[in-house]
C-alpha cells in the first residue's frame, strides 16, 4: 500500500489503467485442473502475470496423531512463495506474511468442506507461487478450490476469490502490481457463490463505508465470472476420461 | 423413465428436496439438493435417490474391499493388520488403517496358533467385512492370505515350496496361509 502517494498517475482520463484494462475489468484468467500425477487433486492458474500451482493431498490419516479430530477432519493449508517469484529474491520458508495467509485460506475453505464426512483424518491444501504480481492470495484460492474439487473432496461450492481496491480516488477490480503498491486501498474477497456468504475479508488502506459497499460489490461480481472459470476447468479435466457421454437433459415432470 | 444422468460440478443445483433423498455426494440446503463433489450425477427415479459418483473419490475403506496390508501384532487370537492398499486404488487410504484379523477367519481350515498362518511383516491380501467400530478382515478364501512371508529368522523374503515358504537363507521352511498367486504381486 506505500505511503498512498496520489501523484503516480495510474488511470488515465479515459479511465484506462497502466495496463489497458478498464476499472472493472479482471486480468486475463486461465485455470487448468489436474496438472500433477502425484497429488490426489491439482490445479494451475494463470492470472495475468501470477502464476499460481495448488495440490491437494488426501484426506488421509492424520499425523502425528494428537492432532486428529475424532468429530471432522483437519484441514491444513501451506501458502509459500517460491524464491523466484518476485523480483527481488524471497527467503524461503514460511514467513510472517505466508503463515498469515495460510491461515486466512485455510478458514475459508473449512467453512466449505464437509470435513465432518472424515473424522480423523487431515486434507493437505498446497499453493504455490511460482510467479506473483499482486493478487496472489486469490489467485490461490481459486486454484486451491479447484484442486480440491479435482481431489474429490465434497465441498458446499466451489470458492472464488477477487480483489478490489482504490487507487487515484478511484474503484479498480483486481489491482494489478503498481496499483498495490501505490494504491490507496486494497480488499480481497473470497465468496461462496451458492449463498453469497464471504469466506475470506480482508482490508488495507482506508475506504469510506459507501466506497467499500461498491468495492465489495464489484469484487463479489467478478467472483461469478471466476466460479465459471473454475466450473469451466473442471469440465475440461473429465470431459477427457471418457465416461462424459453427451449431457442429457433433466427430465422433470 | 429412464435415469437421468450428467456430469455436475459442487455446489450445482440438483432438484428440489421433495423430489429426492439425498444419496452419496449430495447436500440438502434450503429446500433444494446439491452436488459436493464433480462427478456423474445419477437420479434415480424409482427409488427417488439423488446420488453423485465422483470422478476421483478419496479411498476409503468400505465392506466389501479386497486390500493389501502388513501384519504389525500377533496377539494370542488375532493379528492386526497395517492396511496400506485397496486394490485398484492408486490414492491413500483415509481413516483408520489399522485392522484386526481373527484366528478363526484366517484359513478355512481350524488354525490351531495364529503363528502356524502369520508372522510379524508378513504382506497379506485380506477382505474387509466391518468398518466402524473397527476394521475387520478376513483371510479365509484361496485369493487371500500370505502374499510375500519374512523369514522370522533373518527377515529375508521367502520362496513357495510345496505347501510351505522356504527361506534360502536359513534352509529352513515355515507354514504360512498362501494366497493364490504368491509373490506374483507387489
Redesign the interface.
Known sequence: MGGGSTDIKLIDEKGIRLDGRRVDQLRPIKIEAGVLKNA??SAYVEWGKNKVLAAV?????AHPRHIQDPTRAVVDVIYNMCSFSVEERVRPGPGRRSVEISKVIADAFRNVI?TEQ????KIDVYIEILQANAGTRCAGVVAASVAL??????????VPACAAGKANNQLILDLGKEEDNVGQADLPTAIV???GEIVLLQMDGHLTQDEFDRALQMSMNACMQIYELQ?DA??RR?AT?A???P?????RQ | MDNVERTVMPGDEIAAAEEYVCGPGTYELEGKIFASVAGRLRLDLREKVAEVKPFNPPAQLKSGDIVIGTVSAIRSSMAEVEISEIEGTERGITGDVDASLHVSKMSSRYVEDVRDVYRLGDYVRARVVQVSPSVQIVTDADDFGVIKALCSQCRSAMVLKGRDVYCENCERAERRKIARGYSTVE
Open positions: 490426489d487433486g493431498y488426501g484426506p488421509r490419516e464437509f472424515f473424522p480423523r483424518a474439487a479435482d481431489a474429490g473432496v465434497p465441498m458446499m461450492d466451489l457463490p451458492k449463498t466450473k473442471l469440465r473429465y476420461s465416461n462424459d457421454a449431457d442429457t437433459e433433466e427430465v
